[in-house]
């Protein structure tokens, strides 16, 4: 029973806490750049505003990946908040993934179709990292159950210190946020032509949207793992791990998808393999 | 009962390859086809029901069993060496001789012909395998009657040469069965051996310079997995002293020199199963018609060779071997799975695919805990209803569009709206949750956490093998709206096969934790705690029943959305404001005010994951990796 009230309360919350980040992101990117930036619930408005839009679409299993996209997400966080298990909750979202690069290549528009491929490239490289991430959360903890992982009584960043700043690659691959950012970007003049997005449009861009938040609290609830211990860590970990990403994403520029893939796999996997092995050693 | 029904789904298949072959009627064939197919798939669910046994054939008008398996045993390795003087290779004649000189030794002087061997012993996994068989299997053969006759169709062929197909297809269901239920390690070297012949013939079916030639690859490999089968089994005799696979077994966990026989053992199950580097001769099986392929990548042969790798996994428990055979399957796991990235072709990443989940089996069996074997058992269970279904697809979308080849399977479902939907569902079945494919994975994963490389192959290797299903699902849907997709006509025995399989697979992942209970853990103990349809140990969770209807909920709900959005406003693909504006055309105006088609085609990554590239490189690596294995051992 309580399983499932933490259930729908993470189903219900996770949508509100990932457009508040979305809205303190769009501020403090705009402070950083010198404007005043939109109003801190401004990303609330403008999902609102998409799904009062007429419908418009290019094929209708655009429809149908869009709605699976953001029901797979939305029971991914929910897993979260049950305390399940992090490879289960991972493959769970990994069905989000799919059908968002599926609804991409529904349309035949070549940027909707480089969109969905690029888009696949960047499953494809953060994907074996947080599977790592994972692994080496059982290796100090031995278990994947977060209920087990709660229990333990270390904060992990101690033990596991490169393993974070490998998921916070796969953090800014997924937050698609440069230098990573090939597959949709929220830069002004790609709004238009918005890779795997580009043919979803009103209330379907805003269904993507709203997983899209579902997503970004997905992966904050895997960084906040790492400093279980206090709330005050949690706040701070993930206050400084977000603003890292928001000044990474406005200091770099993009980069080429083969660029990524052989730069985060060969750092990822040598600071997992670093990591794990002082693991063994200590 | 039980000596009817081991005959049932051993001899009824050789019966019934003999009237194939012997009665030219299509009519009567498809009925011995259909027959048969049912009979041995009721029969099989019989036996699982019955659970296991150990079973000894008494005589046959007064001859041993034992001889005729030998009498037929020679005679099948003097047509493999008639063959290849035929043939002219001189690979298969030494493998072929390097075969029969030691097992008329071996037959002359070693055996104990009077000691009592118990030829049949079958224990939960013989009986899932004779299901997998007998039910895959024949769904498989089903769909090859209306095929087999649009290929001819085809070909233009004057002389049918059907009999002779649906002879050796027929047969390999039984040979397969036979090769399953062996407990005398003899009868298991002579099924594995009618395996390999099979197959052959199967292969070199089209009888076109090409499939000649990979038929003929194809027997040399499986005939080196012979040769080591030969010596691994004689060696492990003079060892133990017993014909009996379960006596070779629990003689084990074992070191020093009982090591290696099991080693050569596992090395012809390698061979089998394909994995690197032996990997070409089941890439060169696609020239075959595609039940062949469909066969020899789900329910037959290379689940041959895992299965030998899995049935002795007790006896090396804990050894180096053991890490041997973990690091040669995940390693083949990853590099397979990186190679399908890379191919155009469906057949093709298909059997990368077969390969490399084979593969993870095998790193499964490597790692011998409980849990790694529980998710071998369960993944060859899923994979073969998965794949089936998806050669099976690719067969009928070749027989439609006149192309194997994924670029040209944009927009399949405005072509073929019922194989497009099937072949999603069979590639999702493959890759997401709670579909027992994942399930496996999952459990392979779990189980492998503790062992710092094969935790990372599997990583990647499950990372890459999304990628290239996730494209192939997505492109099929590619289209521009429509208002109306005409309905697919198929013939009657080919949307049964392929909407059994389909319906198959997706029923039976929600019957997973009824599979486990029921299935795997009488045999190999409780790991696992099942309560209300979720998976749960001390390590993991794995949440089957709410997942599957949630998500089951998810689907209905999101196709409802789907229906009323047919009356909602279309528009024309983005395309810079430059759209030529008729209606129906997808078209740009590009330069000189000229019409530019739309055409869109995937990435594969080519500089990374090249075929050409990686196959050189993988292939001393796993043949590194072999010879570690085995020379660990000594």
Redesign the interface.
């Known amino acids: 029973m309580e399983t499932i009230i933490l259930m729908i309360f993470g189903v219900v919350v996770a949508p509100i806490l990932g457009g508040l980040i979305s809205g303190v992101d769009r501020k403090v990117t705009a402070r950083l750049q010198s404007r005043f930036g939109p109003p801190i619930l401004q990303p609330f408005y403008d999902v609102a505003k998409l799904f009062g839009k ?8 655009q ?2 990946c869009a ?2 996209y953001l ?2 997400a939305a ?1 991914s966080v929910a ?1 979260l908040f049950a305390q ?2 992090l ?2 909750i991972f ?2 979202q ?2 989000g ?2 059908f968002l ?14 969109g ?3 888009e ?2 960047q ?2 490289t953060y ?3 947080i ?2 991430v994972f ?1 080496s959360i ?2 100090v903890t ?4 977060i209920d ?1 992982i709660l229990a333990y009584d270390q904060p992990l960043l101690v033990k596991l210190p490169l393993m974070f700043i490998v998921l916070g690659y796969a953090l800014t691959i997924k937050l698609r946020k440069s230098p990573f950012d090939f597959s949709t970007s929220h830069h002004a003049h790609q709004e ?2 918005k890779g795997v997005l ?2 979803f ?1 009103g209330p379907y861009l805003g269904i993507i949207e709203l997983a899209h938040w579902y997503e970004t609290v997905f992966i904050l609830g895997i960084c906040a793992l790492f400093w279980h211990t206090s709330l005050v860590g949690v706040v701070l970990l993930l206050a400084s791990t977000y603003f890292a990403e928001i000044l990474i994403d406005n200091t770099m520029s993009r980069m080429t998808w ?1 660029w990524m ?1 052989k730069y985060v ?1 060969s750092v990822g ?1 040598v600071m ?2 670093v990591n ?2 002082w693991l ?1 050693v200590g | 009962m039980l000596p009817m029904m081991l005959a049932l789904v051993i001899l009824l298949p050789l019966m019934a390859a003999i009237g194939c072959y012997f009665l030219r009627v299509s009519t009567i064939r498809s009925m011995i086809v259909l027959v048969t197919g049912v009979c041995i798939a009721v029969t099989s669910l019989v036996l699982l029901g019955q659970g296991s046994f150990t079973y000894s054939p008494s005589t046959l008008l007064g001859i041993s069993w034992d001889s005729l398996v030998t009498l037929a045993d020679f005679s099948l390795l003097f047509v493999i060496l008639y063959y290849a003087f035929k043939l002219k290779n001189q690979l298969i004649k030494v493998f072929a001789v390097l075969q029969i000189i030691p097992l008329a030794v071996f037959e002359l002087f070693f055996v104990d012909h009077a000691a009592e061997v118990p030829a049949f012993y079958a224990d939960s996994l013989a009986l899932i395998m004779v299901a997998v068989i007998s039910i895959i299997g024949s769904l498989i053969c089903f769909f090859a009657i209306p095929y087999m006759k649009e290929h001819e169709e085809h070909l233009h062929l004057v002389n049918s040469r059907q009999p002779r197909f649906f002879f050796y297809l027929v047969l390999f269901l039984g040979a397969m069965n036979g090769l399953v239920l062996s407990n005398n390690i003899l009868w298991l070297y002579f099924f594995f051996e009618v395996t390999t012949f099979c197959s052959f013939m199967l292969i070199a079916h089209d009888d076109t310079e090409i499939a000649v030639k990979n038929a003929t690859r194809a027997l040399w490999m499986n005939s080196l997995g012979g040769v080591a089968f030969v010596f691994g089994m004689i060696w492990a005799y003079t060892e133990v002293g017993s014909l009996s696979l379960q006596t070779i077994i629990e003689a084990g966990p074992m070191g020093g020199a009982m090591l290696v026989p099991i080693g050569l053992l596992c090395l012809a199950g390698f061979t089998k199963a394909a994995q690197l580097p032996f990997q070409s001769w089941l890439l060169g099986a696609m020239v075959a018609p595609t039940p062949v392929s469909a066969l020899l990548h789900s329910s037959t042969m290379v689940k041959a060779g895992v299965y030998i790798v899995l049935r002795l996994a007790p006896a090396y428990a804990g050894t180096f071997l053991s890490e041997g055979i973990a690091l040669c399957g995940a390693f083949t796991f990853l590099a397979c799975a990186a190679i399908a990235i890379s191919q155009s072709n469906g057949k093709k990443v298909l059997a990368y695919s077969t390969i490399s989940n084979l593969g993870l089996i095998i790193c499964c069996a490597g790692l011998n805990t409980p849990w790694a074997i529980t998710a071998a058992i369960i993944l060859i269970i899923f994979h073969a209803g998965s794949k089936a279904l998806l050669f099976l697809c690719v067969g009928t979308i070749e027989h439609g569009i006149g192309s194997r080849d994924i670029d040209d399977m944009h927009g399949l479902y405005l072509k073929m709206p019922r194989t497009a939907i099937i072949t999603i569902i069979g590639v999702l079945t493959m890759i997401l949750p709670p579909f027992g494919v994942l399930l496996g994975k999952w459990m392979a994963i779990e189980a492998a956490s503790g062992d710092i490389f094969v935790i990372v192959m599997l990583a990647l290797g499950s990372a890459l093998s999304l990628v290239f299903w996730a494209r192939w699902a997505g492109i099929l849907l590619t289209a521009p709206l429509r208002d109306k997709v005409p309905a697919e006509i198929q013939s009657p025995l080919t949307k049964f096969t392929l909407t059994a399989l389909a319906a198959g697979t997706v029923i039976l992942s929600l019957f997973s934790p009824v599979i486990y209970t029921g299935l795997i853990e009488p045999m190999i103990g409780k790991t696992y705690e099942i309560t209300a349809g979720v998976f749960s140990s001390p390590v993991g969770v794995f949440a089957v029943y709410p997942i599957f209807f949630i998500l089951a909920a998810a689907f209905v709900y999101a196709w409802i959305e789907t229906k009323k959005s047919g009356n909602i406003q279309n528009a024309q693909s983005y395309m810079c404001g430059a759209n030529v504006k008729e209606p129906g055309v997808q078209a740009f105006i590009g330069p000189m005010n000229q019409p530019v088609t739309l055409k869109a085609s995937n990435y594969y990554l080519k500089s990374f994951f090249g075929e050409e590239k990686l196959t050189l490189w993988i292939n001393f690596v796993a043949l590194a990796l072999i010879v570690l294995m085995l020379g660990g051992a000594l």
């Open positions: 007429v419908k418009v679409i290019n094929n209708f299993w429809v149908f709605w699976v029901i797979a029971l897993l399940s298990d490879l289960l493959f769970v990994a069905i993934a799919v690069v599926m609804g991409g290549l529904a349309s035949s528009s070549p940027y909707s179709q480089v969905a491929q690029r696949l490239i499953v494809l994907e074996p990292l599977i790592l692994a059982f290796m031995g278990s994947f159950r087990e238009l032509v580009t043919e449009s083969r893939l796999w996997l997992s393999f794990l092995i063994h």
